[in-house]
T-cell receptor, first 111, second 114 residues
């Protein structure tokens, strides 16, 4: 079945540690996105990529980094510079301006 | 800048009641798209509808209907004869310009009680 796979489902970060969230899609979509969801805050865009080897900052990129070396993959690294990383992270993909398809999310918590 | 406002933070209804979720948007783009997504407790967002700015026709899909009014910059969502399975967070979203990214509202938590 085609879709978006996010892993892990739950992730814990120690202070000062970088962690990487995985996002893989087999929908052959060009565009991929990372959103952060906090309770009562909706979804906020962290980074997005419209094509391989290119990505753009979203509204809250500070403390995060991404790469897009393959069309299918768009991993997100939460660096130690992100002081409040606890949130639900959602990855999505789309064909240009069509609807976004979302993964099932990763809940990141701080130990 | 784009903005989406969902003024209703939480709504609680009894099964079989009709319920309308409000969405008001702001954009300077002349061409844009509006979306509704449903987020059940499992967390994954489920696409419900996409509407472009040139199509103001209302749409009905089963118990769901959408009212798009450009004059008031609103894109409201009505569930008729609500069911317990409709309980979820519903997000309205907007995209425009050339980068296709979505701007989301803060969501409305709908609880349908038996």
């Amino acid at each position: 079945d085609g879709g978006i796979t996010q892993s892990p489902k739950y992730l814990f970060r120690k202070e000062g540690q970088n962690v990487t969230l995985s996002c893989e899609q087999n929908l052959n979509h060009d565009a991929m996105y990372w959103y952060r969801q906090d309770p009562g805050q909706g979804l906020r865009l962290i980074y997005y990529s419209q094509i391989v080897n290119d990505f753009q900052k979203g509204d809250i990129a500070e403390g995060y980094s991404v790469s897009r070396e393959k069309k299918e993959s768009f991993p997100l690294t939460v660096t130690s510079a992100q002081k409040n990383p606890t949130a639900f992270y959602l990855c999505a993909s789309s064909i240009f301006d069509e609807k976004l398809f979302f993964g099932s999310g990763t809940q990141l918590s701080v130990l | 800048a784009q903005k989406v406002t969902q003024a209703q933070t939480e709504i609680s209804v009894v099964e079989k009641e009709d319920v309308t979720l409000d969405c008001v948007y702001e954009t300077r783009d002349t061409t844009y798209y509006l979306f509704w997504y449903k987020q059940p407790p499992s967390g994954e967002l489920v696409f419900l509808i996409r509407r472009n700015s040139f199509d103001e026709q209302n749409e009905i899909s089963g118990r769901y209907s959408w009212n798009f009014q450009k004059s008031t910059s609103s894109f409201n969502f009505t569930i008729t004869a609500s069911q317990v399975v409709d309980s979820a967070v519903y997000f309205c979203a907007l995209s425009g310009g050339s980068n296709y990214k979505l701007t989301f509202g803060k969501g409305t938590l709908l609880t349908v009680n038996p």
